[in-house]
C-alpha cells in the first residue's frame, strides 16, 4: 500500500499550542531521565548503564529502537526498578501530568501495571494511592502554570502474569478515585487476552471500562479475541488491523469482515506511530497504515506510548505526521475530537471538554492561520 509523502502543512509550534488527548501513554515509560537517576539514588538502584541525563536518554531511546516488542520492553526493567516506593510513584505521576500539560494535552488516560511496583514490598493499594496522589498534585501544579488537564488513571495488568483478575478489582475499587478503566499489556505472542477471560467478565459486570493491547506485534487472532471474547471498547495500537484490507490494480480498497466491523462499530484505535515503528510493527513513519485508516473512516487516534524509551511527545507525533502525510489543522482537530469521543471520561465531561477547550482551541488556530495566509484576487 503505498504512501505519497507529503510536505509539512502545519508548523511544529502551532502543533505545539493546540489542544490534544492522549489515551494511550505508559506511565513506567515516560519518566524524565533526571528523575531515574535522582530515583535511583533515594532508592539505592544501582543498575543503571549511566548517570549522565542526556547519556541515559540516548540509552533508553537507543534500546528501544531494535524492531521487536520483548527487545523495546527491555528498557522497562530500569524505570520500573525505581519505582518502588510510594514517594517515586508520586512524583512520577506528578512529573507525568506537568509534562504532558506543558505540550498542550488537555486531556490523558496514563496507564500503569501496580504489581510492578510491589517488589520491595508495597501493596497494590499504596501504589494506587501515590499514583493518584501524584496525578491530583501534578494538575494542580499545571492549574496554577495556565496549563490545565484532566488526567486519569487506566490499571492495566500483565499478560504474561497471573494476577489479572486481582488487578480489575484494583480498577473497579478505585474507579471513584480517577481510575476510568482496565487494560492488559505485555508480549502478545503465546499470551492472547482470552486466558485473561474471568477478569474482562469481572470488569463487564462492574460496567466499567476495557481497552486490550492488541494487533501490535500479534495479528488479527489478537484483535479479534480482544474484541470478540473479551469485549474490548478500544484496541491498543492495532495497527495490524491493516491486514485485514486489501487493494486491487485500480487501486480500490476491500475490508474484510474484521476490519469492517472495527470500522463500522467506530472501535477506537490507540495509535502510537513512532513506537510501532520501533517495535517493528510497521518499517517506517511512510509505511504507517494510519493515514489510510484515516482515509478509510477509521476511529483514528494518536497517541504516544512511551515518551521516554521513543523520545516522543504527543506534538511530536502530530507534527510528524502531518509532515509525512500533508496533515492540516482540520485532520489534527479530527484526530483530537476522536480521541476525546472515544475518552472513558463521562458523556458531560467529555461535552465540557469538547465544546468549551478542543473545539474554540483549534477554531483560533484556524483564524488565525487563515489571517496569516495571503489573499488572493
Known amino acids: 500500500m503505498a504512501v ?14 493546540a489542544p490534544k488527548v492522549l489515551l494511550h501513554d505508559h506511565l513506567d515509560g515516560g519518566l524524565r531521565p533526571s528523575t531515574v537517576i535522582d530515583l535511583a539514588h533515594q532508592t539505592g538502584y544501582a543498575d543503571l548503564p549511566t548517570e549522565d541525563p542526556e547519556q541515559l536518554g540516548a540509552w533508553f531511546r537507543q534500546g528501544a529502537d531494535r524492531k521487536s516488542l520483548e527487545l523495546y520492553l527491555e528498557g522497562f526493567r530500569h524505570t520500573v526498578g525505581v519505582m518502588q516506593t510510594p514517594g517515586a510513584i508520586e512524583r512520577v505521576a506528578a512529573e507525568c501530568a506537568e509534562d504532558l500539560a506543558a505540550d498542550g494535552v488537555v486531556y490523558a488516560e496514563v496507564r500503569y501495571a501496580p504489581e510492578l511496583s510491589t517488589q520491595q514490598g508495597m501493596d497494590l493499594d499504596a501504589v494506587m494511592a501515590a499514583w493518584l496522589a501524584g496525578f491530583r498534585r501534578g494538575a494542580a501544579a499545571a492549574e496554577a502554570a495556565g496549563q490545565p488537564i484532566v488526567i486519569r488513571a487506566i490499571v492495566t495488568a500483565m499478560r504474561q502474569f497471573a494476577r489479572s483478575v486481582e488487578i480489575a478489582e484494583l480498577a473497579v475499587k478505585y474507579r471513584d478515585e480517577g481510575v476510568v478503566g482496565f487494560d492488559i499489556a505485555g508480549p502478545e505472542a503465546g499470551f492472547p487476552p482470552s486466558r485473561h477471560l474471568d477478569a474482562f467478565q469481572l470488569i463487564h459486570r462492574a460496567d466499567f471500562h476495557v481497552t486490550i493491547h492488541a494487533g501490535e506485534a500479534f495479528g488479527l487472532p489478537s484483535i479479534w479475541e480482544a474484541l470478540q471474547w473479551c469485549g474490548a471498547e478500544r484496541l491498543g495500537h492495532g495497527v495490524r488491523i491493516v491486514d485485514d484490507i486489501s487493494q486491487d490494480a485500480q487501486g480500490r480498497y476491500t475490508l474484510g469482515r474484521l476490519a469492517a466491523f472495527v470500522r463500522d462499530t467506530r472501535v477506537p484505535l490507540e495509535m502510537c506511530p513512532t513506537s510501532n ?9 511512510a ?50 475530537l476522536n480521541a476525546m469521543k472515544s475518552s472513558f471520561l463521562s458523556f458531560d465531561e467529555r461535552l465540557l471538554l469538547i465544546n468549551g477547550v478542543i473545539k474554540p482551541g483549534y477554531s483560533q488556530l484556524m483564524a488565525q492561520e487563515a489571517a496569516a495566509s495571503p489573499t488572493l484576487v
Open 287 to 336: 509505511e504507517h497504515p494510519v493515514d489510510l485508516l484515516r482515509r478509510l473512516r477509521f476511529r483514528v487516534t494518536v497517541n504516544t506510548d512511551n515518551r521516554l524509551m521513543s523520545g516522543v511527545t504527543l506534538s511530536s507525533e502530530l507534527e510528524l505526521l502531518a509532515r509525512t502525510f500533508g496533515f492540516g489543522l482540520a485532520e489534527l482537530q479530527w484526530l483530537t
Open 277 to 285: 515503528v520501533h517495535t517493528g510493527a510497521v518499517a517506517s513513519i
Open 4 to 17: 505519497t509523502i507529503a510536505v509539512p502543512s502545519v508548523d511544529p509550534m502551532v502543533v505545539r499550542r
